[in-house]
């Protein structure tokens, strides 16, 4: 692995920050930044050569309080990247047969490059058939069982936004995944399943955790690279994290206190961690950049470029 000294040159900021525990902190606010910065000088070069923006659109069913929030966060951040974003906000009461619908009115609409159906959909409506029957082309989550596949078999094409967006920030500080142990803890089809498949890629040897698991401290301990993904505040324990090891925290709850936090106990965590995401922060801002990457390879994947 490469070490914390060694990619001083390399952060998205300059000099990199560092915890009081020395662990370098993994900015992706600043290294998101950059990504969307590439995405809209991509996206104007669609345009220039299509004579039209590549096109997101965004659909939300009913008004949960935090998807509301993101999907807020995704619009704006798609218009400053020069992606024309279609919004279609439905009532709660929307019917699967509706969505199911629109969806197919969306990939036959040659203007929209990429679909996203926000998460989570109202009871009633089965979010696998929704998420199944969006164009696999179109798919700028990457949740579509073609595109897990295509990436379980090497050959990526939209890769699912917050495992991309680990090994987005894993490169850009110059942190090496191959040959590395790494420990995902968390199994979900959104999160961990995909992130293993993305480190696999990288050529770590990948171990996957989840509620089965019978001695998590273990696998944690002896992990040189961390992602967790368990939706639990401050869950993996500061002292499990091996000395100098890379720990994303893709994990944002709500403390008891009210504050945003991860999986991981940071605090702790950085004071024994090489490099280390912060939350919020970290993730995050890397899974929306990540998003609008796939919007502009979507377009330019349908129009042969
Ligand atoms: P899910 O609830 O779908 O999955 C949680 C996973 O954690 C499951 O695989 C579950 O295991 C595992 N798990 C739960 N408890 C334990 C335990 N005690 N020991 C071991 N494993 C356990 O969550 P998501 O994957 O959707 O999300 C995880 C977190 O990431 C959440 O905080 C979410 O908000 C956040 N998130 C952040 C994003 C970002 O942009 N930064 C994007 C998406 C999610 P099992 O499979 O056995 O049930």
Do not use: Y
């Given at each position: 692995m490469g070490t914390p000294e060694a990619t001083a040159g390399r952060p998205a900021s300059g000099t990199p920050t560092r915890t009081s525990g020395g662990a370098v902190l993994l900015d992706g606010k600043a290294v998101a930044a950059r990504v969307r910065a590439e995405v809209a000088a991509r996206a104007a070069a669609f345009a220039q050569a299509r004579g039209r923006r590549p096109g997101l659109a965004v659909v939300q069913v009913g008004n949960d309080a935090a998807s509301s929030v993101y999907v807020r966060n995704k619009r704006r951040a798609s218009h400053e990247a020069g992606i024309e974003s279609f919004a279609h906000d439905?009532?709660?009461?929307?019917?699967?047969?509706?969505?199911?619908?629109?969806?197919?009115?969306?990939?036959?609409?040659?203007?929209?490059?990429?679909?996203?159906?926000?998460?989570?959909?109202?009871?009633?409506?089965?979010?696998?058939?929704?998420?199944?029957?969006?164009?696999?082309?179109?798919?700028?989550?990457?949740?579509?069982?073609?595109?897990?596949?295509?990436?379980?078999?090497?050959?990526?094409?939209l890769r699912p936004c917050t495992p991309f967006g680990v090994i987005r920030l894993a490169q850009e500080y110059g942190i090496t995944l191959t040959g590395q142990?790494?420990?995902v803890v968390g199994a979900s089809n959104i999160v961990g399943r995909p992130m293993a498949l993305e480190l696999l890629l990288a050529r770590a040897t990948v171990t996957v955790?989840?509620?089965?698991?019978?001695?998590?401290?273990?696998?944690?301990?002896?992990?040189?690279?961390?992602?967790?993904?368990?939706?639990?505040?401050?869950?993996?324990?500061?002292?499990?994290?091996?000395?100098?090891?890379?720990?994303?925290?893709?994990?944002?709850?709500?403390?008891?206190?009210?504050?945003?936090?991860?999986?991981?106990?940071?605090?702790?965590?950085?004071?024994?961690?090489?490099?280390?995401?912060?939350?919020?922060?970290?993730?995050?801002?890397?899974?929306?950049?990540?998003?609008?990457?796939?919007?502009?390879?979507?377009?330019?994947?349908?129009?042969?470029?």
């Open positions: 439905l009532p709660a009461s929307t019917s699967e047969a509706h969505l199911l619908e629109l969806v197919g009115t969306l990939n036959g609409d040659p203007r929209v490059d990429g679909i996203l159906v926000q998460l989570p959909l109202p009871r009633g409506v089965d979010a696998n058939r929704v998420m199944d029957a969006v164009d696999p082309a179109k798919d700028v989550d990457g949740f579509h069982p073609v595109n897990t596949g295509l990436l379980a078999q090497k050959r990526p094409r142990r790494a420990t955790c989840h509620t089965g698991t019978r001695d998590l401290r273990a696998e944690v301990e002896r992990a040189d690279v961390v992602v967790a993904a368990v939706g639990q505040p401050d869950f993996i324990p500061g002292t499990w994290i091996k000395p100098g090891a890379a720990v994303f925290d893709v994990g944002i709850n709500r403390s008891a206190d009210g504050r945003l936090v991860g999986d991981v106990a940071f605090e702790s965590a950085a004071q024994r961690a090489g490099w280390i995401t912060p939350v919020p922060g970290g993730l995050g801002p890397m899974t929306i950049a990540m998003l609008l990457s796939n919007a502009v390879d979507a377009a330019c994947q349908r129009a042969g470029i």
